[in-house]
């Protein structure tokens, strides 16, 4: 029998039960769908990360309070504002933003919402991709006098003033009243740790000091961009700049991200793992479905067996007609699980505002596809095999 004498009667057994062959595939379908899901996020968060590391070209160091001298009685030495000058001249440093925000209750023209607040340099926007849609940004000027304005995010700003408009309008914000001088979108740079790509409301950092009493003078952290032309290690010097004494540089620690970037790879490969685990478990269950659907339909067309058999047939042609039909069923399976795949893949990201990163596999694709029909072929040679053996006497008594 030829390939597509096979392929037509394959097609016109799985149309004339159309109900039990879309049934026998579901399982098929959603384990396929979820792996193709699966591979998206994955390769979405890997996209990411890398993007985060190359956005500027540059690399990120986070300096932090070396909270171990308290245990031997010195007192945890915070980052001041001059310490973060020395850092911001030196010459292999990009840019130095202290890591500073504060929680607190902002209330607009229509609702009170509860912000955090980052204190920014003018700078930050820049570095960050953070645009001003509307309005302008912070300038040098402002810092100086400490100037009592503040950005909004554009969707914080229509939840507090509606569709009047945020722009020239007063926001009260902890025990300070701001004047809303611009509009800004979410962050582009992707993924960060503690920048503030989060962050609703931001203020100059000066202002923020004067009006947070207990941050003058001093703050937590800071973050550092390095030049991307600069090889080789700065941490000695910024340890040095931010103490202000090489005798106290011990007074300080520096995080590198991309340690933190390695440890969210190897847990973002182990969930990866496991979720595949749970498609692959589906794609079983998919594929003993198919084999109970082939071995009922080989018991009910087992007088039909019997008669092609009488009139010519051989073993082969039947077992090539059985492993046809479970093949075209598996393929269209796959490629329903692919469908659904790409079509969850996209309407995630319009569901959560973009919050799920996630590009598609092109080749995690094919892998599923070509998956799924060997699943079913694996399911479906013990039916095929199984019609293929029957005798024409018995089947043709076969009631």
């Given amino acids: ?48 990360v890398l993007e985060s590391l190359s956005s500027m070209g540059t690399q990120v160091l986070y300096l932090f309070p070396n909270f171990e001298t308290a245990r031997g009685g010195e007192r945890v030495q915070q980052l001041t504002h001059e310490g973060l000058v ?21 209330r607009g023209a229509l609702n009170e919402l509860r912000l955090d607040a980052m204190g920014i340099y003018p700078r930050y926007l820049e570095v960050y991709r953070i645009p001003v849609v509307e309005g302008r940004g912070f300038n040098d000027r402002d810092l100086e006098v400490k100037a ?20 020239g309008k007063m926001l009260r ?19 960060g740790f503690g920048n503030g790509v989060e962050t609703s409301l931001y203020i100059p950092l000066p202002t923020l000091f004067r009006q947070e009493a207990s941050m003058i003078g001093s703050m937590g952290s800071a973050e550092i961009w390095i030049k991307k032309d600069y090889k080789g290690d700065p941490k000695e010097d ?3 700049a931010a103490a202000g004494n090489p005798q106290r540089k011990a007074l300080f620690m520096i995080q590198d ?19 595949l685990m749970l498609a692959g478990i589906s794609l079983l269950v998919g594929g003993i479905g198919i084999m109970n659907v082939m071995l009922i339909s080989v018991a009910e067309r087992t007088r039909e067996i019997g008669l092609r058999k009488a009139i010519g047939a051989s073993s082969r042609d ?63 040679l013990y039916p095929a095999f199984s019609a293929s053996r029957l005798s024409p006497l018995e089947a043709l008594r076969h009631e």
């Fill in 1 to 48: 029998m030829r390939l597509n004498e096979s392929m037509r009667i394959a097609r016109a057994n799985l149309l004339a039960n159309k109900t039990r062959s879309f049934l026998s595939v579901m399982g098929l379908v959603i384990g396929i769908a979820a792996a193709t899901v699966v591979a998206a996020i994955a390769n979405g968060v890997r996209l990411s």
């Fill in 86 to 106: 020395r850092l911001a001249e030196l010459p292999f440093v990009e840019a130095a933003f202290p890591q500073m925000s504060y929680s607190g209750a902002a």
């Fill in 148 to 167: 009592r304005i503040c950005l909004l995010e554009v969707q914080t700003a229509q939840k507090l003033y509606g569709a009047a408009g945020a722009l």
């Fill in 173 to 191: 914000f902890g025990r300070t009243s701001y004047e809303v001088v611009g509009l800004v979108k979410r962050s582009s740079v992707p993924l």
């Fill in 238 to 240: 910024i340890l040095v």
């Fill in 257 to 275: 991200p991309k340690a933190l970037i390695e440890e969210m790879q190897k847990t973002s490969g182990r969930l990866q793992r496991t979720m």
């Fill in 318 to 380: 039947i077992l090539l007609q059985f492993l046809v039909e479970v093949l075209l069923l598996s393929g269209l399976g796959g490629a329903g699980g692919v469908g659904a795949g790409v079509l969850a893949v996209w309407l995630t990201p319009q569901l959560s505002s973009g919050d799920v990163p996630m590009a598609i596999v092109p080749s995690a694709i094919f892998v599923a596809l070509a998956f799924s029909v060997v699943v079913g072929g694996i399911f479906g």
